[in-house]
């Protein structure tokens, strides 16, 4: 059986977007570790990564 690839996969765009409450988190916890100890500069750091992984589910959800 061939390995599933995730950028070929109808439903790993599905599978993805049912966990993106935790993506957030964590790109905020990211934001949190990267910056100084600003909530401003945490929200500048985390909202570009969560734009990116919107705009990555939706490249996907487009290609099938």
Do not use: C, H, N
């Amino acid at each position: 059986r061939p390995p599933r690839s995730t950028l070929s996969s109808s439903s790993a765009a599905s599978d993805v977007y049912k966990r993106q409450p935790y993506f957030i988190i964590l790109f905020f916890i990211i934001g949190m570790f990267l910056t100084p100890p600003d909530i401003l500069s945490q929200v500048f750091l985390a909202l570009p990564m969560w734009m990116l992984f919107e705009l990555g589910i939706l490249i996907s959800k487009d290609k099938d």
